[in-house]
């Protein structure tokens, strides 16, 4: 969990601190306030970048040349005092320099492992009614996180697959190459299949249950893994049988690389049924089930990233996705535009931090006064870390 944050020159976010970050943080304010920015910070904390794709650039607020985000995480789970520095950098030039522990670190896969965060915004419909990437990158958070061997593996593949598409692509193909690159291939595409599908087996009842708790009212939600070639055929032989197409067109046309997952309500597709609220509910249930799996296979949770959780919902939908956020144990950064949207939705004993963004400045409400207290009193938390160059 993240105990303190400091964010610099992030959008228009000067410089902000947040001292005793809670479970539950709730920023509201009006529009253009700078409550998705906090987001954005948190998560270029975990992820060293924007959540907007290609969108890295313009985190850095306009006239300066980059941006900091600081931030010290607790291990609050095992009741251990440990706590580890994290601090990310990002340049107009594109340079980006992560701190954790006061180490400089070169992988942001270290970086992701150490402050997993899972991201509920309008983009977020995508895993619904977008492209399958966005469905395989979303299986592949989950496996990441639950399977050490993962990423090792996913990296093998990806090497694998470019090499046998360069070769594919060119004119006069080497048969005997192709075939160690195709074996090769095979091999590791085949066990990311089969982590794709232990952690798909584990999810997919969490999902059911996560959604009879979200929308009681939705019945008849299936969730389906297609692992990306023909279900009756291993990979090698799935590869052997397109291998003519593949010569034809330069490419690897099956694979793990185009798995998907399906979702469906009462056998209909799900993003051309649904409405638009029950998609977010859906979506929610996918992630908040994801969530759920991963703090039950390791240690600790992930920090939800939560944008404008009233838009689309009603209140009563609104409050059963705080009770299971409530539920997951997990720390939670959610945004509203008026305080009263979501200040009472949580459960007793659970009481939200509430912090009132306006132009760009972040003010912490006090419980007992209910008056400002301005960000950026108290410490410097920036002292505390060896600092970026
Ligand atoms: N690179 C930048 N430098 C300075 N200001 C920026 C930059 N990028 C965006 N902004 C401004 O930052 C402000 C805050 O944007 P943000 O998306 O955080 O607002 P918000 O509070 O989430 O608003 P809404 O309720 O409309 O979602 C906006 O006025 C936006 O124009
Ligand atoms: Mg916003």
Redesign the pocket.
Known sequence: MLTQLQIHHV??LQQVTLQDLSRINIFF??????????L?SVHMLGMARSFRQGATR?????GQRDCTVYGMTADTGTGSASRVPVAVQRTLTGEVQIKLGGQTIRSVAELVEHLPLQVLNAASFELLTGAPAARRQFLNWGVFHVEQRFFAEWQRFQRCLKQRNKLLRHGKLDHSELSVWTRDLAKSGERIHEFRLQYFEALAPRFRTMMEQLSPSLGGLELRYRKGWDRSLNFSEALAASVQADTDQGYTHTGPQRADIKVTASGHSAAETLSRGQQKLVVCGLKLAQGQLMSQKRQGSCVYLV??LPAELDARHCGLVCDALAGLQAQVFI?C?AKADLEHMWPAGLKPALFH?ER?AVVELRESEETPVPGQEGPDLVTGFMPLP
Do not use: F, P, W, Y
């Open positions: 959008r228009n304010g009006a529009n253009g306030s700078g409550k998705t920015s906090v954005e313009t985190l850095i607020q306009h944008d404008d945004t535009v963004v760009g």
